[in-house]
């Protein structure tokens, strides 16, 4: 299945989250016919980082949107397990700090967009401008409704420098939101997580829901798409979202750079060396033909 088809929104498409089901889970039936699958597509992710990090001219932008127990900390922890962590980091976008909000509303995340060569996740981001402003009015509309059309500029000048720009939703019901809560607090290892706003929260959800339409069709372009991942099963959110980096990276056509040094020069050094070694440890093993060669002159 190509997963970036079926779970794109298109630019100017509609879109209503209660229409999408949550629980979908496409040709698998459970996790454990989907784990091979999950398995192959992170060896490929680490193959395709790896060659993204050689390359160094193009970085790429992963953010991670969703409600309260949505997955988010579980999309970094599962699928991008196999990388090599020198080229991935990642930024959580809480709430401003006071030089944040000293700040226009893009400053903080300018700040964290990746180099080149790496791969930076955004947990929430540049995005909460237009959600949680916007559902408990922090912002009037005048202001939050004009930075849908900054996010579009901000994310077009990413991708005219290089950045690859990929957005997931991550789709779950009220339902599943309250069966993880239940694992929270069942879970002593799972109690930290525990917050008073993930039920404070929880009664905003129409509003949240409403707002997070709004910010997907108003910035979903060709080159910084929005997807929607059912994410009821979290198995088959990791199974999307990792075949979507994937054919997004293998689109990039990657390039291992070729040397700068000189081969040829090198391979001659490295057998001089490899000579001059193996001559020692044979010394160093049969002593007894470093006392025929006799003493060791010095200049």
Not at 228 to 234: E, G, L, Q, T, Y
Request: with cysteine; glycine share 4%.
């Amino acid at each position: 299945m190509d997963f970036r088809k079926r779970f794109v929104v298109p630019p100017g498409g509609k879109l209503k989250l209660a229409d999408i089901d949550s629980a979908y889970k496409g040709e698998h039936e459970s996790h454990q016919t989907a784990a091979p699958e999950i398995v192959r597509n992170t060896e490929a992710l680490a193959h395709l980082q790896y060659k993204l990090y050689a390359e160094g001219r193009r970085s790429l932008l992963v953010v991670l949107q969703g409600l309260d127990a949505s997955g988010k900390d579980g999309v970094i922890r599962h699928i991008f397990n196999s990388v090599n962590p020198q080229g991935v980091n990642v930024t959580c976008f809480k709430q401003p700090s006071y030089e944040e909000l000293g700040h226009d509303f893009l400053w903080r995340a300018h700040c964290h967009v990746p180099i080149n060569g790496d791969i930076m996740i955004f947990n929430r981001s540049h995005y909460e401008g237009v959600l949680v402003v916007r559902v408990h009015n922090i912002v009037p509309k005048a202001i939050w409704s004009t930075r849908y059309d900054r996010i579009c500029e901000f994310e077009k000048l990413l991708t005219q420098a290089g950045t690859r720009v990929l957005k997931f939703y991550l789709h779950i019901s009220p339902e599943e939101q309250l069966t993880r809560f239940k694992e929270r607090l069942e879970n002593p290892h799972r109690n930290w997580k525990i917050s008073n706003s993930d039920y404070t929260e929880r009664e905003y959800w129409s509003a949240y829901t409403a707002a997070f339409e709004d910010a997907i069709r108003e910035t979903t372009t060709t080159d910084a798409p929005w997807y929607v991942i059912p994410s009821n099963h979290k198995w088959f959110r990791d199974l999307a979202i990792s075949s979507i980096l994937i054919d997004t990276l293998d689109e990039m056509k990657l390039q291992i750079p070729k040397p700068s040094a000189d081969l040829k020069a090198i391979r001659l050094r490295y057998h001089s060396a490899k000579i001059e070694q193996d001559k020692h440890q044979r010394l160093d093993e049969h002593p007894g033909e470093r006392t025929k060669q006799g003493p060791t002159r010095t200049p």
